[in-house]
Structures are given as C-alpha cells and as structure tokens.
C-alpha cells in the first residue's frame, strides 16, 4: 500500500508540474518540450529530487507517448499520398543517410572508439526524432504545410531503414557471424513489407471494422490495434513507430476523422510523459565532461540535418520559405539515438558514448523546437524578402 501511494503522490505531483509547465510555455508562445527535458532532468537520477516509485510507470508512458505521435501523424495521410511522397523524396533519404551519418562515423574513429562505435554514432546521427518532430509540427500548426509531406517522407525512410540497420547493429555489437546478422535483417524486413502490404491493400476493410458513430468502441478498437501492431512490429525487429504509423495510414475516412479527435487528448499526455521521461533518466552531473563535444557535434549535425531538408524541400518545388522550416524542423534527436546507444553499452562497446548521446540527443532536443519557429519571426521573414528582392535585381538584364 505504501509503495502505491508514493507511486500516485509522485505521478500526480509530476502531472501537475507538467500542466503548469505547458502553460507557461503557451503563454510564452514557446512549444513546452524543453521544459519537459528539463523537469525530468531535476526528477531523475541524480536531480534535485529524484522519482524512484514512478520511473517503470513513465518508462512504459513513454514508448506508450512515442506510439500514440505517430499514429496520429499517420492518421493525416493516406497510404497512396504516402507512397507518392516516399517515390518523390527517395534520392533525399539516401543524401540524408550520406550526410548525417558520416559525422557521426568520423567522430567516433577521431576519438578512438573503433568501427562498431562508429556504426554506432553513425545511427545515433542520422536518425531525427520522429516523435518530438511530429509534436513540434502539431504545436506549430503545420500539418497541412506544402513542405511536411517532404519532412515526413524523410522520417518514414529513416524509420523504415533502421529495419536493416538495428539488426546489423545488434549483430555488431555482441559479435555475431555476417549469417545470422543476415537472417535476423531478413526476417525485420519481410515483417515491415507485410504490414505495408497490408495498410495499402486493406485498409479500407480495417477501417470498415470500426464505427465513427460509437465513440468508446472506436477509441478501443484503434487503441488496441495500433499497440497490437506495434508490439508484433517491436517482437521482429521493426520499429514500433513504423507500425503505429502503418496502423495510422490504414485507417481512412469518417473513421480516421474521428479517431484522431477521440485520440488527441492522450497522445498530449503521453507525448509530455515521453519527454519528461527522457530526462529521468538522465544524471546531469554526467552532461559536464562531455558538454564540449556533444555541443560540437550537434552543431555540425544539425547544420547537416538543415542541408538536407532544404534541398529535399527544392527538389520537390518548394518555396524558400517552406525549405527552411523543413530542414531546422528535422533538426532533433531522440528516442532511436537512445536505442541505438544503449545497444552498444549494453555490450560493453564504449563507456564514455552513453552520456555522449544522451548530452548531445538532450541538445538537438532542447533547441530544436525552438529552431523549428525561426522562420516564423519577423527578423527571418524579412530577411529571406531581402534575399528575394536581391536575387530579383540580379536576375533582370541591365538597360541598352
């Protein structure tokens, strides 16, 4: 009895902290993320008051949080503006694998780590948070901008390539032979081609499983499917993310409309426990020693991630504008990094990578939200109207 009242004290207390949290955020026009990172850093390990009763409860909230955000992004499209996006934006996810995973390949075999540890970082690098971006996006309003179909191409590649690359990891990491690194790489992606199949080709008889006029049954029914699909995605080596947002573009019509209604309001509370938790688990007095490269890492990382999202934005007839909040909207790290990373320590790779990656995801996490509403400032805007009005000039031929 005693453990569950602390258990109720501390999850309720952290709740409430969260909602005060968020609403100065939204009074300040701020998105409420790095808050969260930071009110989880002060409760974890090593904060001013550390959480132990409810750590399992926001661990399991979390991965709950990750999957909710991606099913609600999935819910926005249909499978055939999907596959459409993907075909436009394939050359884009091979320049971001190119781009952003070589950093972090480099910066391991500087520092000495030796190639699984360059693997490793090359991961941690390359992939954007598809959780805070889909939030981040949400927050600001820009789920029907011309360019998020692009960003969202870009996350779906990434998603789906860690079907390849997390059992190549695993088989790295604890030494497994090229055989059976091959066949668990087989068998991940067979499972991510089956449910793909599937969204495509029955969707609309999923869909008809559901009734938009009963809510509860509509609400359980989609809830219970998109974990079920998750965990069986989670079980062979696909990302759960993949299959929740797989679940997302399954589901169409009235039934998607009101789904994504009845769902909102726990994809907000368990996106905010996601965030919240990833600061948990993280001791700030480990952030210090390797505050420098982290920093400088994420520095090079996000420029890399802009790079990208720009020119896959320009590629696809984009305004300038819109290529800007494309490439700082990828800019964050999170929930993959953190897998990835925790698969190498576990093994005893590299000890020093663990607080690296946490420091360096806790970096890209914190500011990219806050690079993400850069061209929406008046400073911006006008600076790109100069921009315009000097490539204008120069492009008018001079007077006989």
Do not use: C
Request: glycine share 12%; charged share 15%.
């Amino acid at each position: 009895m005693a453990e569950t009242t602390t258990l109720l004290i501390e999850i309720g207390a952290l709740l409430l902290g969260m909602g005060l949290l968020g609403r100065i955020a939204g009074r300040a026009g701020l998105s409420p993320i790095p808050l969260y990172l930071l009110a989880g850093l002060a409760f974890g390990h090593g904060g001013l008051l550390p959480l132990s009763a409810s750590e399992e409860f926001f661990e399991v909230g979390s991965e709950v949080g990750v999957i909710l955000l991606l099913v609600m992004l999935g819910l926005e499209y249909s499978a055939g503006e999907l596959l459409t996006s993907i075909r436009r934006s394939a050359w884009a996810g091979v320049f971001d694998a190119l781009l952003n995973a070589l950093p972090g390949a480099a910066f391991a075999l500087l520092l000495g780590w030796g190639p699984v540890a360059a693997v490793t970082m090359a991961g941690v690098t390359w992939v954007s948070s598809s959780g805070v971006i889909a939030k981040v996006l949400r927050d600001l309003g820009r789920l029907n901008n011309r360019e998020t179909p692009v960003v969202l191409s870009i996350l779906v590649i990434e998603d789906l390539a860690m079907a390849f690359y997390l059992p190549l990891l695993s088989a790295l990491v604890v030494g497994a032979g090229l055989a059976e690194g091959a066949r668990t790489m087989a068998i991940a992606v067979t499972a991510a081609l089956v449910i793909l199949y599937g969204a495509l080709r029955y969707g609309r008889v999923i869909s008809t499983l559901f009734s938009p006029r009963q809510r509860e049954a509509l609400l359980l029914g989609v809830l219970g499917l998109t974990m079920l699909v998750a965990g069986v995605a989670e079980q062979v080596n696909v990302s759960a993310a993949v299959g929740a947002f797989l679940v997302g573009i399954a589901i169409s019509g009235p039934v998607a409309e009101h789904a994504s209604e009845l769902l909102t309001p726990l994809r907000d509370v368990f996106a905010a426990i996601f965030f919240v938790f990833f600061g948990l688990r993280t001791d700030p007095a480990d952030i210090g020693p390797v505050l420098l490269p982290a920093l400088a890492l994420a520095v090079v990382t996000i420029g890399t991630k802009l790079l990208t999202g720009y020119l896959a934005a320009r590629r696809a007839g984009i305004g300038e504008p819109g290529r800007w909040r494309a490439g700082l909207a990828l800019a964050p790290r999170g929930e993959f990094s953190v897998v990835i990373a925790g698969l190498a320590v576990s093994a005893g790779i590299e000890p020093t990578l663990a607080p690296l990656v946490t420091t360096y995801v806790l970096i890209t996490v914190v500011t990219g939200p806050l690079l993400a509403r850069l061209p929406e400032t008046p400073r911006f805007r006008a600076a790109l109207r100069r921009r315009a009005l000097s490539r204008d000039r120069g492009a008018v031929p001079p007077h006989p």
